[in-house]
Structures are given as structure tokens and as C-alpha cells.
């Protein structure tokens, strides 16, 4: 089991910044993907971003130059530069590996035009 707690959501104008955070515990594998998704109201949840424990990033085309994923053990931080009202959704931390897939609670991003 893998237990995982986000932080870091809220208002924030367009062009402004957040960062969240996403916390794991449990029994963690060495070898693992961690990622934030996104489902904005009416919409199917997306993968925003992931990052293996090898490190290797992938991102939705839409964020590509203003979020960044980074790790550090079994944290995973997302920081969203330049948002915009799209990016408005409630975002999930996801941990996967090949014995787990487990979600977070979920953190609400709003950002106001």
C-alpha cells in the first residue's frame, strides 16, 4: 500500500504561480512512476505530468515550458509557471509501480482571468 498526501493548490491569478507537493508512504519500490493529473469539471482526468525514479519527465503538450516535475525520494513537487484559467482542475498525485497504482485526495488549482 502507498499512501500519498498532496499540498499546494489554490487561487491564483493568470500568469501567476503554485507549487504542489505530493508526499508517499508505505512500502515504496525502487523502481516507480510518479505523476500529477488533472480533471477539470466535465472533463476526463489527464495525465499533466510524470517523472520515472530514473528520472525521465513527460508532459501534456499544453504545459511544455511552464510546469516542471521533479522528485526527491518519495516527494514528487509540481511547479506551474505562467497559469492560465484552462489550467483550472483538481489536481491528482498518482504513484505507480508494479504492484501499486494509488491516488491522492485530490488539490483544487483555480486560476482567475
Known amino acids: 500500500q502507498v499512501q500519498l498526501v498532496e499540498s499546494g493548490g489554490g487561487v491564483v491569478q493568470a500568469g501567476g504561480s503554485l507549487r504542489l507537493s505530493c508526499a508517499a508512504s508505505?512500502?515504496?519500490?525502487?523502481?516507480?512512476?510518479m505523476g500529477w493529473y488533472r480533471q477539470a469539471p466535465g472533463k476526463q482526468r489527464e495525465l499533466v505530468a510524470s517523472?520515472?525514479?530514473?528520472?525521465s519527465t513527460t508532459y501534456v503538450d499544453s504545459v511544455k515550458g511552464r510546469f516542471t516535475i521533479s522528485r526527491d525520494n518519495a516527494n514528487v513537487y509540481l511547479q506551474m509557471n505562467s497559469l492560465k484559467p484552462e489550467d483550472t482542475a483538481v489536481y491528482y498525485c498518482?504513484?505507480?509501480?508494479?504492484?501499486?497504482?494509488?491516488w491522492g485526495q485530490g488539490t483544487q488549482v483555480t486560476v482567475s482571468s
Open positions: 498518482n504513484f505507480r509501480s508494479s504492484y501499486a497504482n494509488s
Open positions: 508505505g512500502t515504496i519500490s525502487s523502481t516507480n512512476v
Open positions: 517523472i520515472t525514479s530514473g528520472g
